[in-house]
């Protein structure tokens, strides 16, 4: 694999992926968070998600493993709500990278080698066999679980334990599914048993995600820290998504600042003429 394709794939898992484990917020003490059941909590947690028409960053740290190569680099992305979002990717000073996704496609620009890669979640799918969608992308940068699970398919038997002064519930994957795919569990066709959830006791906002698959031994941890009040809700300043599986670990964390919400952007986008265009189902 030349180092152009190198770039994409890295790239498209930094954008793509987007937990603290602390958090400077006072937490409530162990005896004063009482049980409450799964479908009630990830109610509070639902009416705590962001309600905005744009969201975006302007600096962003990405430092990424991957077997234990470290690497970093910087950037900042905007973010229209339900359409598409435009991220832009610098080495030093030097702007090295620019990506647009929508729900129907996926551009990557490499300044570096003037060339371009072209493409749709599908051809993600073909590539990586992970089941990716634009709103999922949204949802894993704002924190929004509504949009990840759906809610309703908690089993009303569930009553959420208390873990590290933080709720938590688990539960088989057969009993969830992804929210709007209702008539195909994504998760469960991956492999992925069990789906655990932490919820903060006082902001209810969700803390951590993770996944993990039995059989396979692999597991997929996503954390969310140094929430920020921005216009009256909450968005996660710190996104860490960790990959294990017995052959590979791969880590990506994210350090967002000076994030902005409904702000005026333009989120105009274009490939300069003459780069050489690739397809992402021929990396």
Not at 8 to 13: M, R, V
Not at 62 to 88: D, H, M, P, V, W
Request: glycine content about 4%; overall charge positive; proline content about 3%.
């Amino acid at each position: 694999m030349n180092r152009c394709k190198i770039y994409y794939l890295l790239t498209l898992c930094a954008i793509t992926v987007l937990f603290a484990s602390c958090s400077t917020s006072r937490r409530v003490a162990l005896t004063e968070i009482r049980p409450m059941a799964a479908q009630k909590l990830m109610r509070k947690v639902e009416r705590e998600s962001p309600s905005f028409n744009s969201y975006g960053s302007k600096k962003v740290n990405i430092e990424y493993t991957l077997n234990n190569q470290k690497n970093s680099f910087s950037g900042q992305f905007k973010l229209k709500r339900n359409e598409c979002l435009i991220a832009s990717a610098r080495k030093f000073t030097m702007t090295v990278g620019k990506g647009m996704i929508t729900p129907d496609s996926i551009v990557f620009i490499n300044y570096f080698d003037r060339s371009f890669l072209s493409g749709t979640f599908d051809d993600i799918k073909k590539v990586s066999g992970a089941d990716v969608s634009f709103n999922l992308i949204e949802a894993l940068l704002t924190g929004d679980i509504s949009h990840i699970i759906d809610f309703e398919m908690f089993d009303r038997s569930f009553t959420s334990s208390i873990d590290s002064q933080m709720y938590r519930i688990d539960s088989p994957i057969k009993n969830i599914t992804l929210a709007g795919k209702k008539n195909k569990n994504v998760l469960q066709q991956a492999g992925f048993d069990n789906i655990s959830v932490w919820v903060d006791p006082q902001k209810y906002v969700v803390r951590k995600i993770s996944l993990s698959d039995n059989k396979q031994n692999q597991k997929i941890g996503i954390s969310y820290g140094n929430y920020e009040s921005i216009k009256g809700d909450q968005y996660p300043q710190e996104v860490i998504f960790d990959y294990i599986t017995p052959s590979q670990k791969a880590s990506f964390t994210l350090s967002l600042s000076k994030s902005e919400v409904n702000s005026e952007n333009d989120f105009s986008f274009s490939v300069p003429e003459k780069y050489e265009k690739l397809k992402l189902n021929g990396l």
